[in-house]
């Protein structure tokens, strides 16, 4: 099991500090979120005026026709396009708006892992997805050396929103991950999300 050291939640939006809690939980969600620097292409149905197409700011917003700007980053697109619906709908632009979110291009999202590894170096995050097992980050940066303490590898986690910053610091047992199955294997997932720096150890001889 991992231990949480630290856990100061702040983020660029109330939905993005979801879910970070969210994924780092034991329970993954699979859905994908809208992160910054996604590009998108947003359209209304039947209001060609309205289509645009924009990448997220590094807040999580998007400047909208007729609305400004609104926040949707670290939300499902389900989720995104009812929010802007209903948006369409209390600031009465329109009466049954159909908002359709369409992902261009997802921003590129890396790892970096550290320490007592075969390969130090940035991991990348595969595309459509929000983070990467742990185990699955180290094992693409050549796997654990000979003396890598398996069982207590950091992970540091640097949060920006409302002007501050601060960082989530864990202590994960990759070791217990990599001997885990069945349904143990999946209550102990820990998902590294992106710009996570992962730090394995050397162990004490």
């Given amino acids: 099991m991992f231990r949480i050291f630290t856990f100061i939640v702040l983020a660029y939006s ?15 969600g699979h859905t994908y979120l809208l992160s910054p620097f996604d590009k998108l292409i947003i359209s209304v149905y039947g209001q060609d005026d309205l289509q645009s197409e924009q990448r997220i700011s590094d807040q999580g917003a998007i400047s909208m026709p007729l609305l400004g700007d609104v926040t949707i980053g670290g939300l499902p697109v389900f989720e995104a396009q009812k929010l802007l619906e209903e948006a369409f709908v209390n600031q009465r632009y329109l009466v049954k708006p159909v908002v359709t979110i369409s992902i261009e291009e997802f921003s590129p999202k890396v790892v970096t892992v550290l320490g007592e590894v075969e390969s130090p170096g940035s991991i990348v995050i595969p595309q459509g997805r929000n983070g990467i097992p742990i185990q699955i980050a180290i094992a693409q940066a050549g796997g654990f ?28 047992d990759v070791a217990a991950i990599l001997q885990a199955s069945g349904k143990s294997k999946a209550e ?18």
Avoid: H, W, Y
């Avoid at 109330?14 to 993954?28: G, T």
């Avoid at 102990?188 to 001889?205: E, K, N």
């Fill in 145 to 172: 050396t000979g003396a890598a303490q398996k069982a207590d590898v950091k992970v540091t986690r640097t949060l920006t929103g409302a002007g501050q910053t601060d960082e989530v610091s864990f202590d994960v």
């Fill in 14 to 28: 109330a939905n993005v500090c979801s879910a970070l809690n969210a994924e780092n939980s034991q329970s993954v």
């Fill in 188 to 205: 102990q997932l820990f998902l590294a999300l992106p710009d996570d720096i992962i730090f394995v150890p050397r162990r004490l001889f």
